[in-house]
């Protein structure tokens, strides 16, 4: 009479409940890990790249800077150790940039008329070229007289090829010659007194209360926080992007959009593919309840 028996729904006791509960959470990671596996090839070489010259600039804060010969816009040698007992605001920049050099000079220049009248004695600026054979100092004085009247306290450099080498690396500075241009991080980097690499300000814009506070506490000798030195600050700047409009890194948020929908889809493929499992499933649990 087997054969004659229909079969019902039989209730789910609390061993099938677990059962359901143990199959529904399995199916839950298994669409992360596949949702994973489908966001690795869609890793934006770029952004990468950018992320890791982020990174190399942030290693080399509180490293001790070299005694870098340079040359000034008159033609005077100096080495860089020379302004030990003094905090240095140091940017890289060059005569033909079309553009960013330009700005990042121009907010030093803005920063200088609105920094605290008690450090304008003692913080020197260097701006130093990152071409040397076309950037003679002639050229520099050229330069810096757009933006400003004495190069008492803000002096354009320029030095060997070999010991700006040295320099980038040291300070974890990125650069990379382009047809006629220059590629290169945007940043101004503040420097201890005693000769160790402080802070960097990326972009080219600079906060005067922020640059202030930063020189005061490194004249205390004390430590300056840096963008990137929290733990969620690091966790952003694998969500981060350089904006070309406000010349500022941001969250991107289109990535982080564009990974929710991947993982969204990720998640419905799922369903499609349990479907009937699920289903199934689903009704048992409920038929329960009936």
Known sequence: MDGGLIKTAMPLGDKDKKKGSLMAGSLFYFGIFLTCLMLLPSADIAGAAEKSVLEKSEASLGKMMG????????????PFHSFKGRPVLLSFMYIDCPDMCLLISQTIEDYL???DANLKDKLMVLSVSINPKDDTPAK????GLAFTDSFKNWR???TEDGTLAMMVKDMGFTYEKVGD???HLNRITLISPDGTI??????TKLDPKEVNASINSVLQGGGVSSFFTNTFNK??????????ITNTY?????????????????LITLLVLFWSNIRNLFRRLFSKKR
């Open 140 to 143: 520099l004085r050229e330069y």
């Open 235 to 244: 966790l952003t700047l694998y969500c981060s992007n350089y904006d070309q």
């Open 181 to 183: 241009q220059m590629e």
């Open 156 to 158: 354009f450099t320029t």
């Open 250 to 266: 941001k969250i991107d948020y289109q990535f982080i959009i564009a990974s929710l929908a991947q993982v969204l889809l990720g």
């Open 67 to 78: 005694n870098y010969r340079l040359v000034d816009q008159d033609g005077n040698q100096f």
């Open 113 to 115: 008329e609105k920094m």
């Open 198 to 203: 402080a802070k960097h300000f990326y972009g």
